[in-house]
């Protein structure tokens, strides 16, 4: 895949753009067996691969330059700033809809924030779409709400040249900090939820919900944890990290009750809509709190934990608490083999029954592993 910003040097994101892809794929699987060579694994599955372009479904644009020239995408090494519109990492239409904005921010007269002076409103873009419904969620991320009117005056004609917008949001981020998103979010449309649908399962998408980035191997990551989870015929069953639901719900039977945890109470809202449309609300709890401050009784665990830890990984205190708590199996579901390398340490009662790489991030070092521990 040739792509113009890497090859000037002005984006390198995609760091091996340049390496034949299954050599990046046998790469990151090679660098995961060596993360768990301590640990006995019974069943290595192969590894999934993605498509080398137009996987993502959210994309997040610095906004930068000036008011009569906004420029979406990211600061280059070389300190200028770089338009990535046309990064062929999106869909077509978060193309053609990201190549269209600068002209609306410059029709609205809204200075890009400049970091160093602590001058301009507008801070960040964030798209997200539905590949179901092609539905997208547009959020432009504010300095402060001086901005909103002149927003609401472009706002008209944006969606009359783009329909498939559905959502449109104005986070105020007021802070001088490395900080993507504040905790207020205006809406400037009526609907504040798209829909998605991987395998039949709806999910719904609010502003500041955590969501899987590749569209293609979503479906697949969330049915595979299923199919496992199908296996172990567990009934009772926790998802901490649930996000907007993903998990739990792909792993609903007639007989489970499923406790899912998210610290985000935007993402709760989405994983209780989700349950209410696929009809399945009475067998699940979700609950807005942090999954590491879980201590309950050994008598209350379940069967089956799920879990899909930030990068950080589930820590020492809840990898401990699980290790302790009798529960039979785990499905653990990571973005950063590296910290899962260190919680399966502390999870020593079990044992991996089965490991598999998904390819969710092509180009970078990043990857997706699901693993199925089973207690000893």
Known sequence: MHCVHF???????????????????????????????????DTWLP??????????????MVVLGAAHE??????????????????????????SLLSALPNYVRSAGIPPYNVAKQKGELKFILLTESQATGAMMLRFVLRSNQAIERLQRILPDLLQEFPRIEVVS?????????????????FLTDQQVIWERFNQIPLAIRPKSFFQTNWVLAPVLYQTAANWVQQIGAQKVWDLFCGVGGFGLHCLSNDTQLWGIEIE??????????????GKDKQVQFSAFDATSLSPDAASFPELIIVNPPRRGIGLELATLINQSGVKDVIYSSCNAITLAQDLAVLD??????????DFFPHTDHYETLVHLQRQ
Do not use: W
């Open 7 to 41: 090859a000037s040097g002005r984006c390198l994101s995609c760091r091996h753009l340049e390496t034949d892809y299954s050599t990046q794929v046998a790469t990151k699987e090679s660098h995961l067996r060596q993360l768990l060579s301590p640990y006995k694994v």
């Open 47 to 60: 590894f999934v691969k993605s498509p080398e372009q137009g996987f993502r479904n959210k994309a997040k």
């Open 70 to 95: 906004p420029i979406l995408g990211i600061v280059a090494p070389d300190g200028t700033p770089t338009s990535l519109v046309d990064c062929s990492l999106y869909t077509d239409a978060m193309r």
């Open 170 to 186: 104005a986070n105020i981020q007021p802070v001088h900090m490395a900080i993507l998103e504040g905790d207020e979010e205006i």
């Open 265 to 278: 109470p935007e993402a709760i809202r989405c994983a209780k809509q989700s349950a209410c449309e696929l």
């Open 349 to 358: 009662q079990y044992r991996l029954a089965k490991v598999q790489g998904f």
